[in-house]
């Protein structure tokens, strides 16, 4: 094709952009001026000027604005008027935003960074089709390239582009996604909307390749293409993702800094960054900084907060976060009762989750395999897997497929129950219903079978593990180290311990929690003090479950003075007790007066115990 014929086709965002922005200017200047000749009992009509003397002044006091309905200025917004590069006055609906205005397939029912709206998914066309089989036939990029050259550069074409490229984000296919969008910006003659630069900048950033998403923002400046909410907030994710939350942190920062006020899309993307990242005192001070701001809180911003303390096991905050969202009228969706069920499910509140879970269904919602997943790990960790057996089948008579999350949740019942043959069955189911087991499914049965004492079972997972090609993790060590030591096979466990430490980071706080515990159990106190201190050796800090392990070796031997030092330097090592610490210091008594002291204590710090975040 001649190439100077080609650049003649009209390509995307053709308009003059100096043009575009004197428009822009003087559509900002248009005034809305009320008709004098109808009395205050009539509704006025409104008439738009927009024009070289478009400068007009209106003088309406307060009490004639808000005389006007929500819906009456609603509506008045969705048609406008703006000037062209010609001069020539014209109109716009704002419901369909041109691909001049950097809003492409809008108008379709699409929004970049919220996913899908009213359910209208993106429709191929047979070129649309063509070019999605071969991009995702994996052709070399050169080839790929090469092959879409020939594409003419029409506006229908650049749709099909951007569909194809929706499809393969719908499929998390990022490699496509660069190729194709890299064309457009590189090679193409199209001029690229925001939407194809948002979807390279969360495209690398999903790789953690953050040099070359910021290089696309920068490019996307350079064009004068002006960047939206979605483009900040794919920023932050890309810089969450690789955990720079400093650098997020920096985003919000600058776009206060440029009189930009973040959205709740862009606070939402830095919330859930800090969520992965078990930031929880940080998401709470950055939800409190939203509501200052009178940001407008949508439910995923709910959502994520009620996650947050479901994570910092504070299912009662989490509560407070769901009525205050119901407060509002902020609707809650399946994602809001799902998180909220496992809130209570990881504090092992079956009762409360089934409440929720109830409410969820009264709501309208048809509950997922997410949902039922959350309602059986509430009975698992309350320790009652007869019950998660009860929702799997409920389950599946609803016609709700499980999933793999479905099998380890139950083979986890049953292994926190001690009943290791029920366990081995749902492993063995799951690969029945030619689901492949995965590390955690590895990992859970071991669990199970170390719990009951089998070693041998235990080995021949390991080496199962090995097998399929899975690389045993620190889970699945701690497993092995807790099944010599319940085993009492205390070489075995030294061995493996040693061998962990030399691998360095293989050991993690829960290693030592089972060294500390195996060698309490068995009375070797000094060994004990040793895996304690190997803690603080390691850069690692004794959790609670630490200090009460410790202390239980003691108050086996009615030593309760020594139990109350263990305590008073848990405390001052900033640990809070729980009701195992208390349940332990009390086997540490030997008189009715040491009783009545710990009682007092227990209360004194109950009393004065206060929830770690506030709402």
């Not at 650049?7 to 004197?22: A, H, K, M, N, W």
């Not at 109808?38 to 003088?59: D, F, H, L, V």
């Not at 001070?285 to 911003?301: A, D, L, P």
């Not at 009460?548 to 305590?567: H, Q």
Request: with cysteine; charged share 25%; net charge neutral.
């Amino acid at each position: 094709m001649n190439q100077a014929k080609f650049r003649e086709v009209p390509t995307i965002q053709s308009v003059d952009f100096l043009g575009y922005f004197v428009g822009l200017h003087l559509m900002l200047m248009l005034r809305i001026e009320a008709l004098l000749y109808y009395p205050i009992s009539t509704r006025p009509r409104w008439k738009i000027y927009a024009g070289e003397n478009a400068m007009q002044e209106t003088a309406l006091t307060d009490a004639e604005i808000n005389y006007y309905t929500y819906n009456e200025r609603k509506n008045r917004k969705k048609n406008g008027a703006y000037i062209d590069k010609d001069g020539k006055e014209r109109t716009f609906n704002g419901k369909k935003i041109s691909r001049k205005r950097g809003g492409a397939m809008r108008g379709r029912g699409w929004k970049y960074g919220s996913g899908f709206v009213d359910g209208v998914f993106p429709v191929l066309s047979p070129m649309a089709h063509d070019i999605l089989e071969f991009v995702q036939k994996g052709t070399d990029v050169a080839k790929l390239w090469e092959s879409l050259d020939s594409i003419p550069p029409t506006h229908n074409h650049f749709d099909d582009l951007l569909n194809v490229a929706v499809q393969l984000r719908m499929n998390r296919k990022w490699d496509p996604i660069i190729s194709v969008c890299e064309w457009i910006l590189y090679r193409s003659s199209f001029r690229p909307d925001i939407i194809c630069y948002n979807l390279l900048i969360e495209s690398y950033g999903q790789k953690r390749q953050l040099n070359k998403a910021e290089s696309i923002y920068m490019a996307l400046l350079e064009a004068r293409c002006v960047p939206t909410e979605d483009t900040y907030a794919l920023l932050v994710r890309a810089y969450c993702n690789a955990g720079l939350l400093h650098r997020a942190e920096g985003v919000i920062s600058e776009m206060q800094e440029h009189g930009i006020a973040p959205s709740a899309t862009v606070y939402n993307a830095y919330l859930d960054g800090l969520l992965k990242a078990r930031c929880t005192e940080k998401a709470v001070e950055v939800y409190q900084r939203m509501k200052r701001e009178r940001c407008r809180t949508n439910t995923e911003t709910y959502t994520l907060m009620i996650n947050v303390y479901g994570k910092a096991k504070q299912p009662m905050s989490s509560m407070k976060v769901f009525n205050e969202m119901k407060a509002i009228g902020c609707k809650p969706n399946i994602c809001t009762y799902t998180a909220l069920v496992n809130a209570f499910a990881r504090e092992g509140l079956c009762e409360k989750a089934e409440e929720v879970f109830e409410e969820m269904q009264q709501a309208g919602h048809e509950p997922d395999v997410y949902a039922y997943n959350a309602l059986m790990e509430a009975y698992s960790r309350a320790g009652f897997p007869k019950g998660a057996s009860e929702i799997f089948s409920l389950m599946q008579h609803m016609g709700c497929e499980p999933d793999r999350a479905s099998y380890n949740i139950l083979v986890d019942a049953y292994g926190r129950a001690g009943l290791h043959q029920d366990a081995e069955a749902v492993f063995e189911e799951l690969k029945q219903q030619g689901m492949t087991p995965t590390m955690k499914s590895h990992m859970l049965l071991l669990s199970a079978h170390a719990k009951s004492g089998n070693v041998a079972r235990c080995e021949e997972v390991m080496a199962q593990m090995h097998k399929s090609g899975l690389r045993p993790d620190t889970f699945a060590f701690n497993a092995m180290l807790n099944a010599y030591g319940r085993a009492g096979r205390l070489d075995e466990m030294e061995r493996l311990l040693a061998a962990m430490e030399r691998r360095g980071g293989a050991a993690d706080v829960s290693t030592y929690n089972v060294a500390v515990n195996v060698y309490g159990r068995a009375g070797y106190l000094d060994r004990m003090e040793a895996a304690f201190a190997s803690l603080a050796g390691r850069g690692l800090a004794a959790d609670v479950v630490t200090w009460t392990s410790r202390m239980g070796a003691y108050a086996r031997k009615k030593e309760y003075a020594r139990c109350l030092e263990i305590f008073e330097e848990m405390v001052d090592a900033g640990c809070y007790p729980d009701a195992g610490t208390a349940r332990v210091l009390l086997a540490a008594c030997s008189d009715e007066r040491q009783v009545e002291q710990v009682t007092a204590v227990v209360r004194s710090m109950h009393k004065q115990a206060k929830t770690l975040f506030t709402i």
